[in-house]
T-cell receptor, first 113, second 115 residues
Framework: GDSVTQMEGPVTLSEEAFLTINCTYTATGYPSLFWYVQYPGEGLQLLLKATKADDKGSNKGFEATYRKETTSFHLEKGSVQVSDSAVYFCALSDLGNTGKLIFGQGTTLQVKP | ETGVTQSPTHLIKTRGQQVTLRCSSQSGHNTVSWYQQALGQGPQFIFQYYREEENGRGNFPPRFSGLQFPNYSSELNVNALELDDSALYLC??????????????FGPGTRLTVL
C-alpha cells in the first residue's frame, strides 16, 4: 500500500541555519503531497502542498518540490527561527474514494538561539 | 469563517468504558475524517463520513464507530476502551472535490487518556 517515510529526528539546528527534512513516498498514481506542522499541544496545520509532479509548494519561507522521478518531497528552509521548532509531518493523499491522508512518522525540529 | 472545532479538549477514562468525541466541521465542508495519533507517531486514518454515511474506514476494530449529522458535525465513539486507545484524536474536514486532492483542515484534537 501507499506509504510515506521521513528522516528520523530530532533535528537540532542553530537559528539561521539551513533546514532540510527528507521525505520519500510510495504510491500508485500521482497523489497530492503535503507538509503539515504540529506545534506543542496543538493539532495539525497545513504548511504547504503540491498536487502534481514538479510543482513547488511554498509558505512562510518553507519550500518543497514534488519529484516524481525520485518519489520525494523534501522540506527546506533557508534560515530557521526558534519559532519554527515543532514536529513536521509529510503526507500524501490517497487517490481512492476517501482521499485519506497517509502520514510519515514525523520529524521533530529544535532550533536553538 | 469558523474553523474545525473539537470537544472536549482532554478526557480521562478507565479501561472498559465508552467515550464520545465531537467535531464541528469548517463552514462549507461536508466531509469529516477522523485520525488517531499515538504519542510520537503520525496520525492514522480511522474513518470518513460524507453526507451522513461512512465513506471509508482504516484498520480499526468495530468498537470505533461514528456518526455525521445533517449540519455535517460528527461524533467518534469508542466502546470497551483499551489502554492502547490513549492518543490524540484529530478531526479533519474537507469539501467534496476530486479525490486525492482535497485539502483537509484539522481541529486541535482531543487528548484521550485511558487508565
Amino acid at each position: 500500500g501507499d506509504s510515506v517515510t521521513q528522516m528520523e529526528g530530532p533535528v537540532t539546528l542553530s537559528e539561521e541555519a539551513f533546514l532540510t527534512i527528507n521525505c520519500t513516498y510510495t504510491a500508485t498514481g500521482y497523489p497530492s503531497l503535503f507538509w503539515y506542522v504540529q506545534y506543542p499541544g496543538e493539532g495539525l496545520q497545513l504548511l504547504l502542498k503540491a498536487t502534481k509532479a514538479d510543482d513547488k509548494g511554498s509558505n512562510k519561507g518553507f519550500e518543497a518540490t514534488y519529484r516524481k522521478e525520485t518519489t520525494s518531497f523534501h522540506l527546506e528552509k533557508g534560515s530557521v527561527q526558534v519559532s519554527d521548532s515543532a514536529v513536521y509531518f509529510c503526507a500524501l493523499s490517497d487517490l481512492g474514494n476517501t482521499g485519506k491522508l497517509i502520514f510519515g512518522q514525523g520529524t521533530t525540529l529544535q532550533v536553538k538561539p | 469563517e469558523t474553523g474545525v472545532t473539537q470537544s472536549p479538549t482532554h478526557l480521562i477514562k478507565t479501561r472498559g468504558q465508552q467515550v464520545t468525541l465531537r467535531c464541528s466541521s469548517q463552514s462549507g465542508h461536508n466531509t469529516v475524517s477522523w485520525y488517531q495519533q499515538a504519542l510520537g507517531q503520525g496520525p492514522q486514518f480511522i474513518f470518513q463520513y460524507y453526507r451522513e454515511e461512512e465513506n471509508g474506514r482504516g484498520n480499526f476494530p468495530p468498537r470505533f464507530s461514528g456518526l455525521q449529522f445533517p449540519n455535517y458535525s460528527s461524533e467518534l465513539n469508542v466502546n470497551a476502551l483499551e489502554l492502547d486507545d490513549s492518543a490524540l484524536y484529530l478531526c479533519a474536514s474537507s469539501g467534496r472535490g476530486l479525490a486525492g486532492h482535497n485539502e483537509q483542515f484539522f481541529g486541535p484534537g482531543t487528548r484521550l487518556t485511558v487508565l
